[in-house]
């Protein structure tokens, strides 16, 4: 209903009701949004608060446990005893005493402790390393101990040493126990020596968040730093195993980012275990980098602010309803004398509709309504005289008398009325004068005068079928006269074509009587026009001679693409091929049939050489098919290689399938053939590759290890061809053989020879070992000094032999021994043998990290055991201490040995080069085996330089 056709009661009693609702609802929503925020920001505060103290409270548990393990650090950096035992005992009281805790441990680095680790190898409550990791637990309900595990990898001790600093791990599993751990590192002059720590099980967390409740049915859990769930009391099978980026929910994942930050806050979201819509309040645990959970469903969180807002409600319900019985009561006052005046002018209106317009409004009315009824009598007074004479000026304009005008002085709208009439009758004259100068304008065949004047409505639709007309008269006359020029271009056209320079044409009757040709066909066949004028198309068709035209004419229409070949006979009697185009056409207003002939002689010649040509690359293609079938059968696999950054592949062969590959992983670039060689071989490959680049063309083979799809390590051979063209560009072309069978033969073959060589070598030490012994043995049967000096030498001789042997044998190439130790191993002999201990002789050894081969090495052993045990014998007579040095240095590819003590010196009067002393003359013997010279220095004491290189 629009506003003006409502009732004026309706209307009083609408604006004041919905004035004093208007008022209502924002004095309502004013008062229920200052409450709730009140409420809200209460609800929130008592949330946060409660979540706060929690997280205290955890944070207070975690420094206890933290300071525990730090007491134990800090005692373990004054402790000095070094007793394994004692320390056992210590960390046994601490979890006796404190039973909360699920582990009590130390862990030092190797041999920091004691010093001792080599001796508790593998003993009692340690390990394969003997370091001392004591690892105290009640994991299995009585207290027990077991050495640290993975201490190698894992944070518990990799992190403190590393940072030197406390840490708490986030929560794992053990032995079946969700525990976390809290590690100190044990510094002594601020270097790592250790890790001392505790661990906790999280069991007790999880049963003290379970009996947090918030509001009626809201709930705590605990998370770690990354987010995974360390107590829950609704999702256990969650604990320890899932994240809160497992729920896949985008606030709870903005949370869990807030966490791993170690902030605090709140967010609104859908409660992946319960399914409401809830608020998550989380603050974090400083100590550990963990964080509580308080998760509060928002409907039982907002209670109290919606009994609230309900009461408000109600409130304005009932206050409206009053205001419109009081605004009811008003409007009926007002409205009863404006009904009886309403009534009134009904009647008249009825009236006026009848045709009465004499009919006047009442004016006894009451005072406060009397102008309203005067005011309606004038008006209809001054309507009624110029409503009849527009009645009369249009029944004149009806019969046709186009010249009536009004005649009454009119004013307003009214004088409006009669002007509309007047210019109406103007309209209508100016309309069919000008209608009938354009019908005149046609009739004299004159088609440019158009219709000026078009008028409205109905008129419009006479001036514009009058204005339709003559445009169609118009462009029939202009059609005719194009067609006629169409008709004029269309021969010119046809005489152009007619005389195409290319092709021969030739215009036929029905009959195959040749009516007319162009010069083409003239030259071409060799006839006159005069000549051709008497022939027909079948004269000239070697191919068809004899043959019905229309029969021909028919074959040709059928041929989908319009195209025939013949031949055609020249007047000489040569022919050629040609191919034939045809078609019917009007011609002096009979049936003709036109027809182009193409010379097809040099088309006919290619297609005849590529006929050959494709006969050959058939032939070609069949070869290559047989090679390929040939290779992809074979055990070979044949690479092209493109010579840029990791080899990309340009062609493999079929066969790359043995290996799990398909030939589109390489030839997509997908897969580079860089990627599949293994990475112990990578930069061998590219460096054998690199020395063949600069020659011209190269042959190379060589031996490495590639990976298969499935990630198998298998042994190939390759063998490589390198061309180098005149510009340089490299071509990179071979094959690849799998001999990974042959590689774990002679793998097996290898290992079967180091057996056989150290059973050799263990079997040569073993009887050197046995004539050293009956050396020692026949000794005993003489009494002569001299005679059991020389057994002894011997024996020393021997020993020195058996120990090269020895080392040998515990090599790992059996080719190559460990010069230095060996040094050592066998002036340690030599002072036991000689007797050195009655004296205070020092040894020592300056050998630089050297491994020499047995050639080198014997030789070189028995030099130093005779030099030095000269020195022990002779060097240091009637003196209580000395010193024996041995020291061998590098130098470029030779070896600088010198031996010296700073004995009594060797006399002058002995040329050690030509002496009786077999050991001297073994020594200068052994020197020129090696190839080596040797010098002698007796300044201060006696120090012999021999100079070598090392035998191959």
């Known amino acids: 209903m629009k506003q003006n056709e409502m009732p004026i009661k309706a209307k009083l009693i609408i604006y004041i009701v919905v004035s004093v609702f208007l008022v209502l609802i924002v004095s309502t929503a004013v008062s229920i949004t200052t409450v709730t925020a009140q409420q809200k920001e209460l609800a929130y505060l008592q949330s946060v608060e409660m979540a706060r103290d929690y997280a205290n409270q955890f944070d207070g548990d975690m420094k206890a446990n933290m300071a525990i393990a730090q007491?134990?650090?800090?005692?373990?950096?004054?402790?000095?005893?070094?007793?394994?035992?004692?320390?056992?005992?210590?960390?046994?009281?601490?979890?006796?005493?404190?039973?909360?805790?699920?582990?009590?441990?130390?862990?030092?680095?190797?041999?920091?402790?004691?010093?001792?680790?080599?001796?508790?190898?593998?003993?009692?409550?340690?390990?394969?390393?003997?370091?001392?990791?004591?690892?105290?637990?009640?994991?299995?309900?009585?207290?027990?101990?077991?050495p640290l595990?993975?201490?190698?990898?894992?944070?518990?001790?990799?992190?403190?040493?590393?940072?030197?600093?406390?840490?708490?791990?986030?929560?794992?599993?053990?032995?079946?126990?969700?525990?976390?751990?809290?590690?100190?590192?044990?510094?002594?002059?601020?270097?790592?020596?250790?890790?001392?720590?505790?661990?906790?099980?999280?069991?007790?967390?999880?049963?003290?968040?379970?009996?947090?409740?918030?509001?009626?049915?809201?709930?705590?859990?605990?998370?770690?730093?990354?987010?995974?769930?360390?107590?829950?009391?609704?999702?256990?099978?969650?604990?320890?195993?899932?994240?809160?980026?497992?729920?896949?929910?985008?606030?709870?994942?903005?949370?869990?980012?807030?966490?791993?930050?170690?902030?605090?806050?709140?967010?609104?979201?859908?409660?992946?275990?319960?399914?409401?819509?809830?608020?998550?309040f989380y603050e974090p645990v400083r100590t550990g980098n963990y964080s509580f959970v308080l998760v509060v469903p928002k409907e039982e969180m907002f209670a109290g602010v919606t009994k609230l807002r309900n009461s408000l409600v109600i409130i304005s319900i009932i206050s409206i309803c009053f205001m419109g019985l009081v605004s009811y009561l008003i409007a009926t006052s007002i409205t009863s004398p404006i009904d009886e005046i309403v009534k009134n002018f009904r009647n008249i209106a009825q009236d006026a509709v009848d045709g009465k317009l004499d009919t006047r409004a009442k004016t006894n009315v009451e005072k406060d309504f009397k102008e309203i009824p005067i005011g309606l009598n004038m008006i209809l007074d001054a309507v009624i005289a110029p409503i009849r004479e527009s009645i009369r000026v249009t029944n004149a304009l009806a019969k046709g008398e186009l010249g009536a005008r009004?005649?009454?002085?009119?004013?307003?709208?009214?004088?409006?009325?009669?002007?509309?009439?007047?210019?109406?009758?103007?309209?209508?004259?100016?309309?069919?004068?000008?209608?009938?100068?354009?019908?005149?304008?046609?009739?004299?065949?004159?088609?440019?005068?158009?219709?000026?004047?078009?008028?409205?409505?109905?008129?419009?639709?006479?001036?514009?079928?009058?204005?339709?007309?003559?445009?169609?008269?118009?462009?029939?006359?202009?059609?005719?006269?194009?067609?006629?020029?169409?008709?004029?271009?269309?021969?010119?056209?046809?005489?152009?074509?007619?005389?195409?320079?290319?092709?021969?044409?030739?215009?036929?009757?029905?009959?195959?009587?040749?009516?007319?040709?162009?010069?083409?066909?003239?030259?071409?066949?060799?006839?006159?026009?005069?000549?051709?004028?008497?022939?027909?198309?079948?004269?000239?068709?070697?191919?068809?001679?004899?043959?019905?035209?229309?029969?021909?004419?028919?074959?040709?229409?059928?041929?989908?693409?319009?195209?025939?070949?013949?031949?055609?006979?020249?007047?000489?009697?040569?022919?050629?091929?040609?191919?034939?185009?045809?078609?019917?056409?009007?011609?002096?207003?009979?049936?003709?049939?036109?027809?182009?002939?193409?010379?097809?002689?040099?088309?006919?010649?290619?297609?005849?050489?590529?006929?050959?040509?494709?006969?050959?690359?058939?032939?070609?293609?069949?070869?290559?098919?047989?090679?390929?079938?040939?290779?992809?059968?074979?055990?070979?696999?044949v690479f092209k290689w493109k010579t840029e950054t990791d080899w990309p592949v340009e062609f493999v062969s079929d066969n790359i399938t043995k290996l799990g590959y398909t030939v589109e992983d390489f030839t997509s670039n997908t897969i580079k053939y860089a990627d599949i060689i293994h990475p112990d071989d990578s930069e061998r490959t590219h460096l054998h590759i690199s020395n063949y680049y600069m020659k011209k063309d190269a042959q190379l083979n060589y031996e490495y290890r590639i990976y298969t799809k499935s990630g198998d390590v298998r042994w190939v051979d390759e063998r490589t061809f390198i061309r180098r063209d005149n510009y340089g560009r490299i071509t990179l072309q071979g094959i690849i053989l799998d001999v990974t069978e042959r590689k774990k033969v002679e793998e097996a073959l290898f290992q079967a020879e180091n057996i056989r060589k150290k059973e050799i070598h263990h079997r040569v030490k073993n009887n050197l070992q046995v004539i050293s012994s009956l050396l020692y043995l026949a000794s005993d049967n003489f009494e002569e000094q001299d005679v059991i000096e020389a057994f002894m030498d011997s024996r020393n001789r021997v020993r020195s032999m058996a120990l090269i042997h020895e080392e040998l044998y515990q090599s790992k190439d059996m080719t190559s021994i460990d010069f230095s130790d060996?040094?050592?191993?066998?002036?340690?002999?030599?002072?036991?043998?000689?007797?050195?201990?009655?004296?205070?002789?020092?040894?020592?050894?300056?050998?630089?990290d050297v491994y020499l081969n047995v050639d080198t090495a014997v030789p070189l052993g028995m030099i130093i055991n005779e030099l030095v045990s000269n020195s022990l014998k002779h060097a240091f007579p009637g003196m209580k201490e000395g010193e024996i040095s041995v020291e061998l240095k590098v130098l470029k590819n030779d070896f600088l040995l010198k031996i010296k003590d700073n004995g009594i010196g060797i006399s002058p009067d002995i040329d050690y080069r030509n002496t009786e002393s077999l050991g001297l003359q073994l020594v200068t013997t052994l020197v020129d085996q090696i190839d080596g010279t040797i010098e002698l220095n007796s300044i201060h004491g006696t120090e012999f330089i021999i100079n070598f290189a090392e035998r191959k």
């Open 71 to 146: 007491t134990i650090a800090k005692t373990m950096e004054m402790y000095t005893t070094a007793d394994r035992e004692e320390v056992n005992n210590i960390l046994k009281n601490v979890l006796e005493t404190y039973p909360s805790l699920t582990g009590v441990y130390v862990g030092y680095e190797p041999n920091a402790f004691d010093g001792k680790d080599n001796e508790y190898i593998n003993s009692p409550d340690h390990d394969s390393t003997g370091r001392f990791v004591p690892y105290w637990n009640t994991i299995q309900g009585e207290i027990g101990i077991e």
């Open 149 to 280: 595990v993975n201490y190698d990898t894992q944070d518990y001790y990799q992190l403190p040493k590393i940072t030197h600093e406390d840490i708490v791990t986030e929560p794992y599993f053990y032995q079946g126990i969700f525990m976390v751990s809290y590690d100190v590192p044990i510094l002594k002059d601020d270097e790592f020596i250790g890790v001392a720590g505790v661990d906790v099980s999280l069991d007790y967390i999880d049963d003290v968040v379970s009996e947090i409740k918030a509001f009626d049915t809201g709930y705590a859990f605990v998370t770690g730093n990354t987010g995974i769930l360390v107590s829950h009391p609704e999702y256990k099978e969650g604990i320890g195993t899932h994240t809160l980026y497992d729920f896949d929910i985008p606030e709870i994942s903005s949370a869990a980012e807030d966490i791993k930050n170690g902030k605090g806050g709140s967010v609104e979201t859908i409660d992946p275990v319960t399914g409401e819509e809830v608020i998550m």
């Open 406 to 637: 009004t005649e009454l002085e009119l004013k307003g709208e009214f004088k409006q009325l009669g002007d509309t009439l007047d210019n109406f009758a103007d309209s209508l004259n100016n309309i069919i004068a000008d209608s009938n100068s354009v019908l005149t304008a046609i009739q004299n065949n004159d088609f440019s005068r158009n219709v000026q004047i078009h008028g409205e409505g109905d008129f419009n639709i006479l001036t514009y079928g009058i204005e339709e007309t003559r445009n169609s008269l118009d462009l029939a006359i202009h059609e005719q006269k194009k067609a006629e020029k169409a008709l004029r271009d269309s021969e010119r056209k046809f005489r152009t074509l007619f005389e195409s320079p290319n092709d021969a044409i030739y215009l036929t009757d029905m009959q195959g009587n040749i009516l007319e040709v162009n010069e083409v066909a003239c030259s071409r066949m060799g006839y006159s026009h005069d000549e051709f004028l008497s022939l027909t198309h079948m004269d000239i068709d070697a191919s068809n001679r004899g043959k019905d035209f229309l029969k021909v004419l028919k074959e040709l229409c059928k041929i989908k693409s319009n195209l025939l070949e013949t031949v055609h006979m020249r007047k000489d009697g040569t022919i050629f091929p040609v191919e034939l185009s045809s078609r019917m056409i009007k011609f002096d207003g009979y049936k003709a049939v036109i027809t182009i002939a193409r010379d097809i002689s040099k088309r006919k010649q290619t297609e005849k050489e590529l006929k050959k040509y494709a006969d050959e690359l058939k032939h070609s293609n069949e070869l290559k098919e047989e090679m390929e079938s040939i290779i992809n059968n074979s055990p070979v696999i």
């Open 822 to 848: 060996y040094t050592e191993k066998l002036m340690n002999y030599l002072s036991r043998s000689c007797g050195s201990e009655k004296k205070d002789i020092k040894l020592v050894s300056k050998i630089e």
